[in-house]
């Protein structure tokens, strides 16, 4: 094994147990984003560029979009269901 | 050392259930399964490795030559595209949730189907 | 059962799982020997029989095929219940913007931004056009491709014109070329079936390997799952941004 691919399993093993053992989902994005691009190298230094080509867009790009969406969504939904609460607390 | 690959992929797949079942939110829950599925990938690529093995792709070298599986390589290229996917219909599933129920929480979820 | 409790069960189930998984993993070759024979015949017989110089790609669209048929359906069906499950309930409307699409912006994006969206866009859109008809030949195929491409119009989000972006591509226009593209898949496969003796079968004339139109239906098959994939990663995206930004429920 060489050292880059240690060197780039390493940075694979930090990245998904930090994913992981996140507690925030925004926080969690941004570290999968960054998860993402270890993996890349990865496939890239097990020589599959096929794979590290998806993965590329996929990993950064493509999946943190729809779940920063999401997010956005369920917290628009969430401030609006304790304004109309608080409202009828009143 | 050569152990290295798969213990890698053995550890993300329990930390990835692990995030699953501690999860207090079903956002996270989804981005969890995203690090269960990534062991899997490690894993099958780490299978088809071979010392010394190029890309599969024979544009350039000559057809003899020592080469990576390609087998597992398919199998996780169409699988990353596909995942990406199916996490989004867990999203979109999630966000309706929240409309209807009020909570992402998967405890308080269950408390409101009882 | 408690939180405490339950986590407390996960960690002797985990750590069983865990030992499980390495005692497996032991029987497994160790890292780099690999031994199979299957990635062999592959590479003896592929670049001969088909004229292809993408093994993987090959793979894909001609020796496993089928698995291909079966993993294209597993992204229409996903995306469809994406924009089912998403679409506008009785009770919500779409958010009342000001002034035409063209003109609607988004505040954040900086000036800079905006002109390096104006570069991206069309980068984006001849990359991914790129590694899809070079599947046969180079690192790429219809999937790859199809996502790059999808990301292009995607850019101009970062620009702010969102709704510009709804304009150029809408959702009916987005299920349309996802359908088409699975359409042309499955048709490709029934040639097969028409004019050779078995479906996806490979039945178009073969060429010279290294050419851009060798290696028969190959082509032609990363083709039609990159119109797959671009519309069906376009319309997930449109969905979710639409409910994130547009869609708000009726007062």
Redesign the interface.
Known sequence: MTVLQAVALTLVLAGGTSVALTREPLRQVLLLGLYGGALTILFFVLQAPDVALSEIVVGPIAMPLIVLAALRKIGEQERERRASEAEDDR | MSFYPYAVAAWLFVVGLWGIVASENLVRTVLCLTVVQSATYVLLLAVGYRHGGAAPIVADIPVHSRLVDPTVQVLVLTDVVIEATVSALLLALVVQGHKRFGSVDPQQLRALHD | MS?RG??LL?ALG?AT??AV??IA??G???????H?V??RV???TE?VLRRA?????A??FDL?AF??VG?EF??FA??A??AL??RR?RDEDDRALASTPQEHRFTGASDALQLLTLALVPTFIALGVY?IIHGA?????G??G???LA?GP?AMLLAGRYLALKRLAPVWALESVDAAGAMAYVLIGLGGLVFASSALQNFLPLGTP?QLLSAGTMPLSSIAVGIE?TG??LL??T???D???IVE?RH
């Open positions: 939180r339950r986590l996960f985990g799982l865990a998984l390495v993993e032991r497994l070759p160790s890292f780099g020997d690999y199979g299957y990635g592959v590479q003896a670049p110089t993408d093994l993987v790609t793979l894909n496993r698995d291909t993993e597993i992204l996903s995306v219940g994406v499950i998403l309930m590694v030949l180079t690192p790429g195929g999937f790859q199809g996502i790059v990301a995607l290294g994939v069906a990663f997930t995206w969905e979710f941004l409910q994130a930004l429920r």
